[in-house]
């Protein structure tokens, strides 16, 4: 059975991921930081980071107060919400772009009101911040989600009921609690958003040097069958990527430690951390 | 309360903005030139051809990765092999993958001008630029789907009732599909939906190893994009109605296997 | 005998040793309880009897057969899973019957010993319920049945009452003993608390650090503890350090005969609260001070003070006619004590 799978695996997955950093090599280092130094390269490439940094903070806010108003059945309409929010792990990433599109584009009512205030929700950055919004959404609420769960309310309101402020009822008692949830999901957003292509694609408008992000980029090496340059830029991707998600699983909790309680009585919470692994 | 109701206000606006507006525009789109309009779309060639398309690799998906993915969570959560840390970090690689670079990395392996493309190829075996080029791709990405539902699902419910099966003179065999199978098959159905979900939904990285040719090897999600980017706006707003409509039926049964405690997101 | 256990190692990856050196042997018929604290390898012991984990040297005998080599499956053992580990996907029915269409026995036989099971374990009626729609002493009852439905040869039980109440534990253990008094099956079950192992078991095993500290009869094990470890944890217990001088433990005011031990050793004597009697005051008699009594039903544990500043616990009978008011002065004997050699 062990058998079976490592080589599935390896047929699938590491075969594959290591033909791809060969290649990008096949021209040594240098050829490999070449491939990368061009300007529009290196534009979307900096801008996918940027771009994906963007979109994963402001889910992580958003889906975070989601999360709580779910948890804690504040928000009126919870049940239809809470299903809403799989949505974009339900439709197509390019069905999420199209609908995007169809929404806000210059052509439509919204996105043609918009555009005369100097808005564009679609073919600009803010369309690629969005679509990368809309595919990672789900996961900034379902990672805080369960931690919630594991967190009476009671514990809330036996803070209040000692004269704590709402702030700092936040601050001392929810935080502490949720924060492996929130990086996860932070993680787990900027590497998706860094990755997505379909919903990208549709609603960014691609143009080199201004709205074309990495993988869109890599796409057009690819058209124009440029290999090694688009083994190079997937390589620095799969980096960072990589880093994303492994970065927050590493030694997060020493500084978040010292950022979220200065006086360090969050020992008793690192049972939980793993909790937030998903 | 008032900071309440501004979060509650601010939540409603991101999900207006983000998700009900988008959806509700698509679905008018595609019934603005009536019902017959929309039939009239996606009953043309070209889109019912990727349409089947697009279930024909998400069946030979499900076939393949749902019984390799419940092997390979079992080995992983059971730790039943030396090097199982190995396979838990591989099965993850693909979630960091682009799409994009899954397809190039299948290309540089399989791809027509490699060793391996080359051999097979001469064997009377195509698979780049074909439809087992576009399942290895599907596979690929969907793969760590049910591995990732499943392995910390296995560790919760642990062994116990394994055992008892075991002392009871249960082989290997029969305990799997008397006691396992049973007890994770919400956790089992809500990650073949998933990977239904992603299957039917992947683009990049079959678009790169399909060669895009109308009505052999376009898919839905390909047709879709092919349309919008010739400005047939229509004709992608109707597939991508249908392609919608079954997600519609993804989420609900979502919350089906969710609400029975067991499912969580990937 | 039934089960024979010899040198019996097991580490674990880590280089911890979970047993040292066991080797015990039971015989047909008899019931043994596995007594001792958590973490001292008692589950782990049972769990390499059943087969559900491997020793890492030693010897098991089943009915004279080495099954050192045979998987769980086809060991013939009953296992009773702490939390009972009840198919939670089936009925009460399916669960006492899964072993026997595992064995693949006819419909109706199966139909039959279920039946039969479910009498016995006083069910009737609740073979189509689920685990979740049961008590915890029922799905106790149903776990006994499913491991006695496949009839093995021996039954082991991991510590079978912990997740009842008290009130039902004592109901419960006394019934499993009844049947298995009925069918007479070799049985050993796992416990931390004494009183459960003193009860019911033919011979108790106490455990300690991996190793056999004991195993004899409850009234031996009760009376004549063979170490330091099994005189403190059966039961509260006074406990004091002296020197022997002159062949005698001066210890409480009373003087002990030092039995083996030699002058200038150093030893521990343990009593228990039970064994110390308190009078009146009386001139010859040893003095001690009442400090605290507080009434629990048929005993009374009364604390006391002694000339020396040392306190002991003592139990009377509640019905016993000493003045116990806080700070009343009576006298005070010992009836029985252990000493030891202070390792």
Redesign the interface.
């Known amino acids: 059975m062990a058998g079976v799978v490592c080589g599935y695996l390896l047929l699938l997955v590491v075969c594959p991921v290591g033909a791809i950093v060969r290649q990008a090599f096949s021209g040594g280092v240098g050829g490999f930081f070449q491939a990368l130094a061009s300007p529009i390269g290196a534009h979307a490439l900096l801008l996918s980071c940027w771009t994906a940094a963007v979109a994963a903070v402001v889910n992580a806010v958003m889906g975070t107060c989601t999360a709580y108003l779910i948890a804690r059945k504040h928000l009126p309409g919870r049940r239809v919400v809470s299903a809403l929010i799989d949505l974009p792990l339900a439709v197509p990433t390019t069905v999420g772009g199209l609908m995007l599109v169809l929404a806000y584009s210059p052509a439509t009512r919204i996105g043609g009101w918009l555009a005369a205030h100097h808005v564009n929700l679609v073919y600009s950055r803010i369309g690629i911040v969005l679509a990368m919004a809309f595919v990672t959404f789900p996961f900034a609420v379902r990672t805080v989600e369960p931690l919630l769960d594991s967190l009476d309310a009671s514990v809330e309101e036996a803070a209040f009921t000692l004269g704590a402020s709402r702030l700092r009822v936040f601050w001392q008692v929810l935080w502490p609690t949720l924060w492996p949830g929130v990086v996860t999901g932070l993680s787990l957003c900027f590497s998706r958003g860094l990755a997505e292509f379909g919903a990208v694609v549709l609603a960014s408008g691609n143009l080199p040097l201004h709205t074309e992000v990495a993988p869109v980029y890599l796409y057009g090496l690819l058209e124009n069958n440029e290999t090694s340059g688009a083994a190079a830029v997937s390589v620095a991707l799969l980096v960072l990527s990589v880093l994303g998600l492994v970065v927050p699983l590493c030694r997060p909790r020493q500084w978040w430690k010292r950022l979220a309680e200065p006086r360090g009585r969050r020992a008793r919470n690192h049972a939980r951390v793993g909790a937030a692994r998903v | 309360m008032k900071m309440r109701m501004a979060l509650s206000a601010g939540v409603y606006l991101w999900f207006l903005i983000l998700i009900l507006i988008p959806a509700i525009t698509m679905v008018e789109g595609a019934l603005s030139h009536g019902v017959n309009g929309f039939f009239a779309q996606v009953l043309q060639p070209e889109a019912v051809s990727a349409l089947r398309l697009s279930f024909l690799i998400t069946a030979l998906t499900l076939l393949i990765n749902l019984p390799l993915g419940v092997i390979t969570a079992l080995l992983i959560a059971r730790r039943s092999f030396p090097g199982w840390q190995v396979v838990n970090a591989v099965v993850d690689l693909p979630f960091a993958l682009s799409p994009v670079i899954a397809g190039l990395a299948l290309l540089l392996v399989y791809g027509p001008n490699t060793l391996l493309g080359a051999f097979l190829q001469n064997h009377g075996v195509k698979v780049m630029f074909a439809l087992p080029g576009m399942v290895l791709a599907t596979l690929l990405v969907t793969f760590p789907l049910v591995v990732r539902e499943l392995v910390p699902l296995l560790r919760q419910l642990g062994l116990r009732q394994e055992e008892a099966a075991w002392t009871l003179g249960a082989s290997a065999w029969r305990t799997f599909w008397l006691v396992t199978l049973p007890r994770i098959r919400f956790g089992l159905g809500y990650s073949a939906v998933l990977t239904i979900a992603r299957a039917l939904g992947e683009f990049g990285a079959v678009l790169v190893v399909s060669g895009n040719l109308v009505g052999v090897t376009q898919t839905a999600t390909l047709y879709v994009y092919q349309a919008t980017e010739n400005n047939d706006l229509q004709a992608a707003d109707a597939v991508s109605t249908v392609l919608a409509l079954v997600s519609f039926v993804i989420l609900i049964l979502m919350q089906v296997f969710k609400g029975r405690g067991e499912g969580r997101i990937s | 005998m039934t089960i024979q256990v010899t040198n019996l190692v097991k580490r674990f990856a880590s280089g911890t040793a979970a047993l040292q050196d066991v080797s015990f042997s039971v015989r047909e018929g008899e019931m043994i309880g596995l007594l001792g604290p958590s973490g001292s390898g008692k589950t782990t012991l049972l769990r390499m009897i059943?087969?559900?984990d491997r020793q890492t040297a030693g010897e098991i005998r089943i009915r004279g057969q080495v099954v050192d080599n045979l998987?769980?499956?086809?060991?013939g053992?009953?296992?009773v899973?702490q939390?009972y580990?009840?198919?939670?996907?089936m009925t009460v029915f399916s669960n006492i019957a899964?072993?026997l269409r595992?064995?693949r026995l006819g419909k109706r036989e199966i139909q039959d010993r279920v039946m039969r099971l479910l009498r016995l374990v006083r069910l009737e009626g609740y073979e189509d319920r689920y685990p979740h729609q049961l008590s915890g002493g029922q799905a106790q009852r149903v776990a006994l049945a499913?491991?006695l439905?496949?009839e093995p040869s021996v039954l082991l039980l991991d510590e079978p009452f912990a997740a009842v109440d008290t009130k039902i534990r004592k109901e419960l253990r006394r019934w499993v003993r009844q049947i298995h008094d009925e069918i007479g099956i070799t049985s050993i079950f796992v416990t931390h608390d004494q009183e459960e192992a003193l009860e019911i078991a033919d011979r108790v095993l106490v455990m300690h650090q991996g190793r056999v500290e004991q195993f004899a009869t409850p009234q031996e094990v009760w009376e004549r503890p063979l170490s330091p470890f099994v005189a403190g944890f059966l039961g509260d217990v006074n406990e004091g350090a002296a020197t022997v001088r002159d062949r005698q433990v001066r210890l409480w005011g009373h003087t002990f005969p030092a039995g083996e031990f030699a002058d200038g050793e150093r030893v521990r004597v343990f009593v228990r609260p039970s064994d110390i009697e308190l009078g009146p005051a009386a001139p010859d008699a040893v003095p001690a001070q009442v400090r605290e009594a507080v009434w629990a039903g048929e005993r009374t544990q009364v604390r006391v003070q002694l000339a020396d500043q040392s306190t002991l616990q003592v139990s009377l009978p509640s019905d016993r006619s000493v003045d116990l008011t806080p700070g009343q002065s009576v006298s005070m004997c010992i009836r029985k004590f252990q000493i030891f050699a202070e390792a």
């Open positions: 059943a087969g559900l998987p769980a499956q086809r060991r053992v009953g296992f899973f939390n580990a009840l198919f939670q996907h899964f072993g595992v064995k499913r491991a439905a496949p």
